[in-house]
């Protein structure tokens, strides 16, 4: 039987790639370069299953080429807001994601971030390698303290409940969740959560609000100025879901006029590209796009995407399909 034929469009962990080889006719990029559009399309024009990733866009012209031959997108990564839904779905393309491998790395990142924004650790590390560290003292970077604060989760999905799971039994924090759909009292339960009912009852509430929901038009600055202007003058906002989420400009405006205490991000808008006024504020902290940067979550999410890919190839629904 001949083997589908499959296109990858970034490099992908070793084990993971020696696997798609076994079993597929694969085309890896070993040069890890960065797709044009003609490229994308050219793959979905000429082979069975195109695998691509979070930061490859696939909009509605790459996706509407015609005749071709991809019937399935296997996306490596659980966000899949760079890929035109509207139009995979006239289309008939299948859609799938990698959730749950990555749940917990990504949590284990936004306490990171949580914990490095409250506790002064850029700041103390940028002093230390610049050489201006002068010793111990009362008064030097003295940050917040965590431990029994209140943490506003808002996008109540695998990460966010990881991320309350981790703050809430490891650090005794009090847990407000906003979330569009209701969550059941169970899951709520487990970390102790409390649904409220929009985010302007959860943002005055909380020294810490963490962003857990995905990206895409509906949410795209959901965090505005008016809605920083409602959180606490020394409360911290972190993001490990989206850049799009949160204005930029607004954010670095709340930074920088210490309308807020300060931020930690992991995902930017437009990224890689950093919006250059976010680099001036010194109360905040940023990392690039790390979430799922562990060796276990990326092997997990990598075999993740062969099990969709065996699914739909053996005639099955792929377990992850979203679209
Ligand atoms: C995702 O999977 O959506 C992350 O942003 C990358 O792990």
Redesign the pocket.
Known sequence: MVKPSVFVTRRWPAAVEAQLIENYNVVLNTEDKPLSPAEIQSALKNYDAVLPT?TDRLTAEVLDVPSAQARIIANY???YNHICEPTARKLGITVTN?PDV?SEC?ADLAMTLLLMVARRAGDGERELRAGSWTGWRPTHLVGTKVSGKTLGIIGYGRIGQEMARRAHHGFGMEILVYSRSPVAPKVLAKNGATQVNGLEDLLPKCDFVSLHCPGGPENRHLISSRRLDLMKPDAFLINTSRGEVVDEFALSQALMFDLIGGAALD?YDGEPRINPVLSQCDNLVMLP?L??ATREAREA?GFRVLDNLSDFFDGHDPRDRVI
Request: no cysteine; aromatic share 0%; proline share 0%.
């Open positions: 979070v990564g659980v966000g990698t990555l990504t995902v796009h979430g799922s999410m």
